[in-house]
């Protein structure tokens, strides 16, 4: 199939190891922010998301962390599976503080890769 | 399946042709988008509608590009006289947006893979 992001930073890890994905945002003012998941052929997928006002969130095996000083986020993914692997994106929301309606501003992609 | 859902998925045309992509929304969502994605690239967004209202277009819409939401529903993106460099990935996202919230989670469609020969 179609690959997405074919010169991506690469992300490797072993099965049931913990993953953190990194990314820099842009914006000082930007006060929403998502991570999503990308396979090979297919959109983007929403996995979690945070507001501004709070520093981490928690999902199911996922954590968001937000440092709004160094203007960073990052994803961790807890006991990574195979179905795990594909291109992660950060995507900030230019909506709402940052005067723009609602579009979102992706950063590069990190792909990651888990190995049996 | 209630997700959002674009048609064709796959469009190869030659260079100078018309091409008319189509997104239906999530039911019952107020707001669409649209991005393109080019290979190695995350999306880039291209124009954003609020019920049938086209409220942002991006400086990346040049002027053979046209977007639509007549009914404050399904949304049409065409390219008229297409050029090799349109080739990418054409997604459409919706959202469910209040009055107060301008900030809202957008959900992402398959996406148009678009080939210009």
């Known amino acids: 199939g179609e690959s997405v992001g074919l010169h991506l930073p690469t992300l490797s890890v072993q099965e049931g190891d913990n993953s953190i994905i990194n990314c820099a945002y842009s914006?000082?003012?930007?006060?929403?922010f998502i991570w999503y998941k990308q396979e090979s052929g297919k959109g983007p997928q929403f996995i979690i998301d945070i507001r501004s006002n709070m520093d981490k969130r928690q999902g199911q095996r996922v954590t968001v962390l937000l440092n709004k000083t160094v203007k960073h986020l990052s994803l961790q993914i807890a006991a990574t599976q195979p179905g795990d692997s594909a291109v992660y994106f950060c995507a900030e929301n230019m909506g709402g503080r940052a005067g723009g309606y609602n579009k979102l501003i992706f950063g590069a992609g990190t792909r990651l890769a888990v190995h049996p | 399946d209630t997700g959002v859902s674009q048609n064709p998925r796959h469009k190869i045309t030659k260079r100078g042709q018309n091409v008319t992509f189509r997104c239906d929304p999530i039911?019952?969502?107020?707001?669409l988008y649209w991005y393109r994605q080019t290979l190695g690239q995350g999306p880039e967004f291209l124009t954003y509608?609020?019920?049938?209202?086209?409220?942002?277009k991006s400086r990346l819409l040049s002027d053979r590009f046209s977007a639509e939401r007549p009914k404050g529903s399904f949304s049409t993106l065409e390219i008229q006289r297409t050029e090799q460099g349109d080739s990418a990935m054409y997604l459409c996202?919706?959202?469910?947006?209040?009055?107060?919230?301008?900030?809202?989670?957008?959900?992402f469609g398959p996406g148009t893979r678009l080939t210009v020969l």
């Open positions: 914006n000082s003012a930007s006060d929403y």
């Open positions: 509608f609020q019920n049938e209202a086209q409220l942002e």
């Open positions: 996202a919706s959202s469910l947006g209040g009055r107060v919230t301008l900030t809202d989670t957008q959900y």
């Open positions: 039911s019952e969502h107020n707001r």
